[in-house]
């Protein structure tokens, strides 16, 4: 079930500005969902999400799956599934920013991360959520909660340099998966904030330095999608083809998305860079080492 759970993860692309209908749900997957109904077992809760997983790897990118995730984020909460829960919200509250109620998930979310033991990443949230909405009455409950008064900027700082905090062991992989969570946090809390593409992207090369590879790319088109006019979304498309290329090795995505971003981006600073790079895709660096030696020679 948690390999199910992560693929749901990976697998969901929904942009908020392109969405269309929501498709039709297959009969297996309302055959699933009445059976976890009427009977709310482990056993008709499994089914009925891997359905859901099912339905959501078939379905065109793009199509408004806010519903269904939203009833499996209930079937979640009734079955105590923290962990599931938590993922199903975060899909909600992040390709789908602009529903009546994500103020209500958010603060659902806070506690579910406490309770998860992910605190920093919980504090994170809080004081964003604090922020958004000044005037909820139930921030004095979350005050009493954070460990100390602070911006959101401050708490992201804070996280940021204990990545590099013991200088014997240098970089901390744990903190800086901690990092990245809260840099998502923050994002889903504040969507709005002129900082939060810049933290998306610091994830993802947070992610990189990780090799969670999958995550970087869930980051940069969380900033493409959303953040499409931000100086990043050219950057941020670059480096897909450039992680397929360089660590991947994978040319034809690493070709697929250079050329993206030549068509889209012509006159970026980036764009004779990725030129290059798509002339040199799938050549050994001895191989166009020796090509730049005979053009030397030829130009002399």
């Known amino acids: 079930m948690r390999l199910l759970i992560v693929f749901l993860f990976l697998t969901i692309s929904i942009s908020e500005s392109c969405k ?5 749900l297959s009969k297996d997957l309302e055959k699933a969902e009445k059976a976890f109904n009427d009977n709310p077992t482990d056993s008709t809760y ?3 999400i891997t359905k859901v997983l099912e339905h959501f790897q078939n379905s065109p990118k793009g199509t408004d799956q806010s519903g269904i995730l939203i009833k499996a984020a209930k079937a979640s909460e009734q079955m105590k599934k923290l962990d599931q829960e938590i993922i199903f919200l975060n899909n909600i509250i992040k390709n789908y920013p602009n529903l009546e109620d994500n103020h209500n ?14 605190h920093s990443t919980a504090d994170v949230m809080a004081v964003c959520y604090m922020s958004a909405y000044p005037e909820d009455p139930r921030n004095e409950e979350l005050k009493t909660r954070v460990p100390k008064a602070g911006t959101p900027q401050e708490y992201m700082m804070e ?9 014997l062991t240098g970089f901390n992989e744990a903190k800086a ?3 990245v969570d809260a840099c ?5 809390t504040l969507p709005k904030d002129p900082e939060t593409p810049q933290f998306l992207f610091k994830a993802a090369e947070t992610s990189n330095t990780l090799r969670t590879y999958e995550k970087s790319f869930s980051l940069y088109d969380w900033i493409i999608e959303q953040y499409p006019t931000h100086d990043r979304a050219p950057v941020s498309l670059f480096m897909k083809g450039f992680l397929f290329d ?17 068509e889209k981006y012509p006159s970026n600073p980036f764009a004779k860079d990725a030129k290059m790079l798509m002339q040199n895709l799938g ?3 001895e191989e166009v080492l020796q090509e730049l030696m005979k053009k030397g020679e030829a130009n002399q």
């Open 20 to 24: 269309n209908a929501a498709p039709s």
């Open 46 to 48: 499994n089914d009925y």
């Open 105 to 118: 998930r958010i603060y659902r979310m806070i506690g579910l991360l406490h309770g998860t033991n992910r």
């Open 159 to 167: 996280i940021a340099r204990s990545i590099f905090a013991d200088t």
């Open 177 to 179: 998966r901690t990092y």
């Open 184 to 188: 998502e946090a923050y994002a889903m």
């Open 246 to 262: 360089g660590t991947l090795k994978d040319s034809a995505n690493a070709a697929k998305f250079y050329t993206e971003f030549i």
């Open 283 to 285: 050549k050994t660096d």
